[in-house]
């Protein structure tokens, strides 16, 4: 969808800008990157060494738009956590003019392949990323093989001792429903909720002892997803068994649960609107 | 087979690690490598700072052997090119008594992810990974796609145009039989032939804009792979016709084809002996 387009009306009125209706215009990007190089997400303009996804992004966005922009994202991703799914939305500037397609294309080509624009488009109305978003769903992908894979090593945890796939999936289940996450968040700020409803909690089986997890949530708390990973691997290789998962569940402290996966192997794979 | 085992023998003459019959004992590595940061494969000793897959190598086998080693490979991967089914020998120094597997798992630990032993064996007389190799098998990995992928980067060639697959499948099946190749081969030592019996030529659809070529041959000349791919992406492009493809090869002239195919898309799959 264009609706402002700098190549047909140069001289377009700021007024142009604004959908018919009079309200505000919201541009929604899909975004996919390698987070290995990355300290995560959230921009942190206070440190100027610290290089983050949304900070290269908006200064990317920024420069095409040629205005100061600030991103809402879906998901907040850790420190090479990657993204396949990322949405990110940010108001249109007053008085811009622009061509999604264009401006996706642009910023692929100032920070790609590292980090690309999938899609890009110009949404009515005051569209949010993170507030709008209905769910999330992260993939977390193991290697399971006495030899690690030079191939996936960036994307997967590797795991040389062998996983029980009948006990993860086990493990799993509980999980599915609307739980007080404590014991699997690393971190809640004062009076904040870590009440989470899962919908999907389930293993794929990619062959060649390659292990999907797949998990969807209308939300996460921080660290989420590599708790229960951590913990599920744990069940995987005969440490805990998958009955303990409720009761980890219950018990509300976070060193109930066993430890964080590693970051490597966890991808935000799509937002739901 | 553990011809050689440190632990079941460790006070073992030096006359057992030779097999029954007398002849030569050799080892045999199946290696699996990220060739992106590595100058290729062949070792060049002359140059210290020039980083390859055979000097890293060979320095960590010497290394765990307490012996020199000179290993001979079944394929020579150029810079950049990586490898899932390379496979490596070396005779067992004399007087060295070693047990394979925990020579592949002290290399792995030594050298992973980047370069990985996936199988390590000793077997009896003079095996000799390239001389005896029957047939390579190669691939070569594309994303078409407009948008760039940032977890196939490393590994496959993005070209953004649309490719037609019936075009590429078309223009594949001519290079199946012996032929000259001179038309794909960069440069052919003096007095060496460049005819080569290629044995599959085929286009494998992976889905989502993957595509992945496989070629096996007895053997390959220089960057003939690549010069093969290069050449049937124009075709698949358009800009030229699945019927040149028997022209090109009848020029014996390297100017007749395509350019070469960037490296990051080839893999070095497997070996037959």
């Given at each position: 969808m264009t609706l402002f387009d700098a190549d047909a009306s140069?001289?377009?009125?700021?007024?142009?800008?604004?959908p018919a209706d009079g309200a505000a215009a919201t541009v929604r990007m899909v975004v996919a990157y390698d987070?290995?190089?990355?300290?995560?997400?959230?921009?942190?303009?206070?440190?100027?060494g610290v290089r983050t996804v949304g900070g290269v992004l908006t200064e990317a966005v920024s420069k095409v738009v040629r205005a100061p922009v600030e991103l809402t994202c879906a998901g907040r991703t850790d420190a090479g956590v990657h993204a396949w799914g990322q949405v990110v939305s940010f108001p249109v500037p007053a008085g811009a003019a622009l061509d999604p397609g264009r401006l996706g294309s642009s910023v692929t080509s100032m920070l790609g392949p590292e980090v690309v624009v999938r899609s890009c488009e110009v949404v009515a109305g005051a569209f949010d990323a993170r507030r709008d978003a209905r769910w999330r769903r992260y993939r977390y992908t193991i290697v399971n093989r006495p030899v690690p894979d030079p191939f996936r090593d960036r994307y997967a945890w590797w795991v040389p001792e062998p996983l029980d796939l009948r006990v993860l999936r086990l493990a799993a289940d509980?999980?599915?429903?609307?739980?007080?996450?404590a014991s699997f968040c690393r971190r809640a700020a004062e009076?904040?909720?870590?009440v989470r409803r899962v919908l999907d909690s389930t293993w794929v089986d990619?062959?060649?002892?390659v292990l999907r997890y797949e998990i969807r949530a209308t939300a996460f708390c921080w660290q989420m997803v590599r708790s229960i990973v951590g913990t599920l691997v744990e069940a995987g290789l005969g440490r805990?068994?998958?009955?303990?998962m409720l009761a980890i569940l219950r018990a509300?402290?976070?060193?109930?649960a066993g430890p964080v996966a590693p970051p490597r192997g966890l991808c935000l794979w799509e937002v739901g609107y």
């Open positions: 140069p001289s377009a009125e700021p007024a142009a800008a604004a987070g290995t190089d990355f300290s995560g997400f959230a921009p942190q303009p206070g440190q100027p509980p999980f599915v429903g609307e739980h007080d996450f009076g904040t909720t870590t990619e062959g060649d002892g805990r068994t998958a009955g303990e509300r402290r976070r060193d109930a």
